[in-house]
Nanobody, 119 residues
Framework: QVHLVESGGGLVQPGGSLRISCTAS????????MAWYRQVPGKQHEAIAV???????RYISSVKGRFIISRDSAKNTVYLQMNLLKPEDTGVYYC?????????????WGQGTQVTVLS
């Protein structure tokens, strides 16, 4: 069974930086797309950064130029480097991964990690 485990997050001052990571474990054959979503209270969670198996990346406009998504395919890990953080970046960040494993295709979520940018 494949699991996603996130790490990182925490409290930071505006303008600061944080890096969060998410590692998939289990019997994994391939991971296609990995993404980071953000959940803000009172709003639906939204995809903020996506990276494909070919390392093609896509960002929502509010984080473009500040956040960088990357992946280490050998480690089945995706990272989100967050720079120039703003109070509106506060939220719970979830990773998502789509791929194939020993139990077939999967589309999984991490447990979420809180990022709080002080205002």
């Amino acid at each position: 069974q494949v699991h996603l485990v996130e790490s990182g997050g925490g409290l930071v001052q505006p303008g600061g930086s944080l890096r969060i990571s998410c590692t998939a474990s289990g019997t994994i054959f391939s991971i296609y797309t990995m993404a980071w979503y953000r959940q803000v209270p009172g709003k639906q969670h939204e995809a903020i950064a996506v990276i494909t198996s070919q390392n093609y990346t896509r960002y929502i406009s509010s984080v473009k130029g500040r956040f960088i998504i990357s992946r280490d395919s050998a480690k089945n890990t995706v990272y989100l480097q967050m720079n120039l953080l703003k109070p509106e970046d506060t939220g719970v960040y979830y990773c998502n991964a789509e791929g194939d494993g020993s139990d077939g295709a999967f589309n999984l979520w991490g447990q979420g990690t809180q990022v709080t940018v002080l205002s």
